[in-house]
């Protein structure tokens, strides 16, 4: 039996009975917190990096984490968005890179993916982020210029993902709010984009004024 078989069979003797009661509220509906978009690669559990429970986030992946432009044409991120948005009024959107990513290092040369043609097409998307690299960082070693990028496309990315309508009425009404995230696979730590001053900040820091802020409302309570 394949171990991921056998991860079911536990799920299902042990696991399940522990949280019955939130899975009979589960089977009911679904209101996330965060639609969680971040890269198809094995090594990112989005539960374990976010100590979540099932329900609480609405999760979508794919190579590079990437968020095409809205167009006309239907995709599957497309309406990915247009559900958790417009359907499940879902108030936080995510999009998490990570260190070590097979899709970025394959976007830095693109022309050498001629074996994986619609890999190498939808990396176009990321190709923005390829060009800032080249840009600004023709003195960097190998291991800066990757950060940049993966940086960088987080930052394009959340840029595409404002062109799609649901999200643009959500930000006019300030229902929504996005969150750019880098994982460092190795170190566990993760960074995010404080579009505020253009860096990119330890989490702590980045949400530092709203756990003050919960803290406060916790203690009138």
Known sequence: MPSFAQGVVKFQREVFPEKQELFERLSTGQSPEALFITCSDSRIETAMLTQTDPGEL??????????PPHT???????ASIEFAVGALKIPHIVI???????AMKGAMNRAGLTSLPHV???????????D?????????????K????????????????????????????????????VYDIK????????????????VEERYAADMAEAVLHSHAC
């Open 72 to 78: 006309n044409q239907t995709g599957g991120m497309t």
């Open 120 to 130: 190498r097409e939808w990396l176009g998307y990321s190709q923005g982020a390829v």
């Open 187 to 202: 170190t566990g730590e993760v960074t995010a984009y404080d579009e505020t001053s253009m860096t990119w900040v330890s």
């Open 96 to 102: 998490c890179g990570h260190t070590e990513c097979g």
């Open 58 to 67: 609405f999760i979508c992946r794919n190579a590079g984490n990437i968020v």
């Open 132 to 144: 800032i690299v080249e840009a600004l960082g023709a003195g960097l070693d190998p291991d800066a």
């Open 146 to 181: 990757m950060k940049m990028l993966l940086e960088q496309n987080v930052i394009l990315q959340l840029q595409h993902l404002k062109t799609h309508p649901t999200v643009a009425v959500a930000l006019a009404q300030k229902a929504v709010t996005l969150h750019g995230w």
